[in-house]
Nanobody, 124 residues
Framework: QVQLVESGGGLVRAGESLRLPCTAS????????MGWFRQTPNKEREFVAA????????YYADSVKGRFTISRDNAKNTVYLQMNSLKPEDTAVYYC?????????????????WGQGTQVTVSS
């Protein structure tokens, strides 16, 4: 069965960087579009970044563009979210998601599989 496991979350200070890996099992990552989303208690899950299954197409939310980078290592069956210049407003639970499509973009409903989430807290 498909399973996604995020890790790498934690507490960092504003301006610092963090990299979140999401390791997949039960699927071949190279055949899945991948996405990153985040959620706070008072908001709906929101889009962060997406990548096609080839890695050739990426898309970012305006709020993170230029600061975050999505990438994948198919040999490790892992997708990453590199987060630079973190801001307190980036604080959220971060989720990775997968879909058996070439590219699934920014829509939560487009993704079939989700990780359990990892908490990222950015202090001022």
């Amino acid at each position: 069965q498909v399973q996604l496991v995020e890790s790498g979350g934690g507490l960092v200070r504003a301006g610092e960087s963090l990299r979140l890996p999401c390791t997949a099992s039960g699927l071949t990552l190279s055949r899945y579009a991948m996405g990153w989303f985040r959620q706070t208690p008072n908001k709906e899950r929101e889009f962060v970044a997406a990548m096609s299954w080839t890695g050739g197409d990426t898309y970012y939310a305006d709020s993170v563009k230029g600061r975050f980078t999505i990438s994948r290592d198919n040999a490790k069956n892992t997708v990453y979210l590199q987060m630079n210049s973190l801001k307190p407003e980036d604080t959220a639970v971060y989720y990775c998601a997968a879909d058996d499509e070439y590219y699934s973009g920014s829509y939560v409903r487009s993704y079939d599989y989700w990780g359990q989430g990892t908490q990222v807290t950015v202090s001022s």
